[in-house]
């Protein structure tokens, strides 16, 4: 089936700088990817979505200067969380839209620390 | 419009009995209900999902219950195991919802002791 690779599964950074986070899709080709933002014991939240070769259309309240998304190519997605600060700590969760409407993907996620 | 209630927050069973996680929403635009198995540090895992034509699915040992003109849907894990300890979300889709995003239930967190 499909696999999305979502890349780093941790990461800790510090207080101030940047941190990108890859979502790959493996043998197909992703035209939508979605990232979520997951605190603990909660919900994932939906925070941006990107089509290939467009702009990402960001959730209400979703700072999109500072959670920059690149979907330049239909099989990679980036996820660049900008001058990171301590509540930015999250797990981070890309999904890729595998059918016309339906069929979702998700990646491993990824662990972000900021100290 | 876009919410999918979710119930129990927690649920605890003994090995081979049969949690029933439970999901209501309200948008009739909504055609697609997955529901995902998330393990701690994981990304969730489609389980099972089920269209509005049907009224159940089984697959191995989840199956969906559907009921269209109450806007509920069930998972059952039949014969559960230590092993489907997990977090459990039910969402819902649909090609008329804004780029077919998905919407979320709140999440159940199944313990099944030994």
């Known amino acids: 089936g499909a696999v999305v690779s979502q890349h780093p599964s941790r990461v800790i950074c510090k207080s101030g700088t940047s941190v990108k986070i890859e979502c790959r899709s493996l043998d197909f080709q992703a035209t939508t990817m979605f990232w979520y933002r997951q605190f603990p014991k909660q919900s994932l939240m939906l925070m941006a979505t990107?089509?290939?070769?467009?702009?990402?259309?960001?959730e209400q309240g979703v700072e999109k200067d500072k959670f920059l998304i690149n979907h330049a190519s239909l099989t990679l997605s980036t996820l660049t969380v900008t001058s990171a600060h301590p509540e930015d700590s999250s797990f981070y969760i890309c999904?890729?839209?595998?059918?016309?409407?339906?069929?979702?993907?998700f990646g491993s996620g990824t662990r972000l620390t900021v100290v | 419009q876009q919410q999918v209630k979710q119930s129990p927050q927690s649920l605890i069973v003994q090995k081979g009995g049969i949690p029933i996680i439970n999901c209501a929403y309200e948008n009739t635009a909504f055609d697609y209900f997955p529901w995902y198995q998330q393990f701690p540090g994981k990304g969730p895992a489609l389980l099972i999902a089920i269209r509005p034509d049907v009224s159940e699915k089984k697959e191995g040992r989840f199956t969906i219950s559907f009921n269209k003109s109450a806007k509920q849907f069930s998972l059952h894990i039949m014969d559960s195991q230590p092993g489907d300890s997990a977090t459990y979300f039910c969402a819902a889709s649909g090609r008329e919802t804004s780029g077919s995003r998905l919407t979320f239930g709140e999440g159940t967190q199944l313990t099944v002791n030994p």
């Open positions: 990107s089509n290939e070769g467009s702009k990402a259309t960001y």
């Open positions: 999904s890729a839209l595998t059918g016309k409407y339906y069929g979702y993907t």
